[in-house]
């Protein structure tokens, strides 16, 4: 059966209203009804917008997932990928959206004469829906979205992009915007992992520069990006954010330097979660040491690039297992094992990469790279 239901992507914020969330204890009484004097303004904004575009239904977050029920937001969370890729419409709320004749709110007066032109790569870029971890997967994985920021409003379908300020369409000049294009559209990302793989690593780094309310949900919230990962790439095994294709060269993650981002830390939403070789075991953003070189690892010497490690030496996987928390295979985990077999190599401090506070220690491989470590967080990066 073909429904059509828009759905919203937005920031919760504080204070939200008992009844604009389904609770073990508001369940009856939402399946019975919800009064619209009861919903936040974008929640009945949403709703009047369906309307006038002739749309039945609208599917909201924390209206359709019992936010007190563990097993509820298990099942639900594993089809969030899903829930937006087939919505009609994915409406983002960076603000209240407007609709009232009466609303003073902040907006662009209509007039005649010459506007200046505002970017709509920056107006999006600079709403909170940007800072918000599990809106990334909620953007990239709709077919077509409008956005209504402070500026003006952004509409969006996979291959096009429209503003107010800008009504005609054009090509996305974000190339990352759409991450793994269907198979169909693009079959030679078929063959080349490669490419898909950048791809990965260079979402995660952006991702992890955002915020989420409990550590449990680093891998949640891009479980439909993974879908669409292992389903355009055909990756033999995915494992705790990570791919066994590349692992060796991916488990050369550390955190950002000091102040190199800023960002806001977020809750813990607990004990350890996660492997402590996945980078989403940690709060801080992460950085990949591997991300533009391929094994072997190679240095620079006068006479040209040399292999750093031969590649008869190189460390293989003898075993790596994920077992998840309930039925999404890409979301949470309640046990894991990773075993390697390789050489170890012996590094050395390097007093002069050190940062004095708070206390990073720098170190050199003897490859082509040097990092640091978080003596306070007691960050473990493998080489």
């Not at 019975?32 to 949403?46: P, V």
């Not at 097993?71 to 890729?85: N, P, Q, R, V, Y």
């Not at 409003?153 to 996979?158: G, K, L, R, T, V």
Request: with cysteine.
């Amino acid at each position: 059966m073909d429904v059509k239901y828009l759905a919203l992507s937005h920031c919760w914020g504080n204070g939200v209203p008992q009844y604009s969330t389904t609770t073990l204890y508001t369940l009856d009484t939402h399946l019975r009804g919800i009064l619209a004097q009861n919903l936040t303004r974008n929640f009945e904004d949403i709703c009047l917008l369906a309307r006038r575009l002739g749309v039945a239904y609208v599917w909201i977050d924390s209206l359709c997932i019992i936010q007190d029920s563990i097993e509820d937001w298990t099942k639900e969370s594993a089809l969030m990928g899903k829930i937006f890729s087939h919505s009609n419409c994915t409406i983002g709320a960076a603000l209240p959206l407007q609709f009232s004749t009466t609303s003073a709110e902040k907006g662009d007066e209509v007039n005649t004469g010459f506007l200046a032109s505002r970017s709509s790569k920056n107006a999006y870029n600079h709403c909170p829906l940007r800072k918000r971890g599990w809106t990334l997967q909620e953007r990239e994985l709709s077919v077509r979205s409008v956005f209504y920021t402070e500026q003006q409003m952004i509409w969006e379908c996979q291959s096009f992009q429209a503003t107010e300020q800008s009504p005609v369409p054009r090509e996305h000049d974000n190339a990352s915007f759409r991450l793994f294009p269907p198979p169909s559209a693009h079959p030679s990302l078929l063959s080349d992992k490669q490419v898909n793989f950048s791809k990965w690593y260079d979402m995660l780094e952006r991702y992890t520069r955002r915020q989420l309310s409990y550590q449990t949900d680093k891998l949640p919230a891009i479980s439909g990006l993974a879908g669409a990962f292992e389903a355009t790439t055909r990756i033999t095994k995915y494992a705790a954010g990570l791919c066994e294709e590349d692992l060796l060269e991916r488990l050369l993650w550390c955190v950002s330097p000091p102040n190199r981002y800023s960002y806001q830390k977020e809750g813990t939403g607990g004990k350890y979660q996660y492997p402590f070789w996945s980078w989403a075991s940690v709060n801080d953003p992460a950085v990949w040491l591997s991300k533009h070189h391929r094994w072997p690892l190679e240095r620079h010497v006068e006479d040209g690039a040399v292999p750093a490690i031969h590649p008869h030496i190189k460390p293989s996987i003898l075993e790596l297992e994920t077992i998840p928390f309930g039925s999404d295979p890409r979301g949470r985990i309640s046990e894991s094992s990773l075993r390697v077999e390789g050489i170890l190599r012996k590094v050395s401090e390097d007093k002069h990469l050190t940062w004095p506070s708070p206390r990073y220690l720098g170190f050199l491989s003897g490859l082509i790279f040097s990092q640091y470590i978080s003596l306070e967080r007691q960050v473990i990066v493998i080489v």
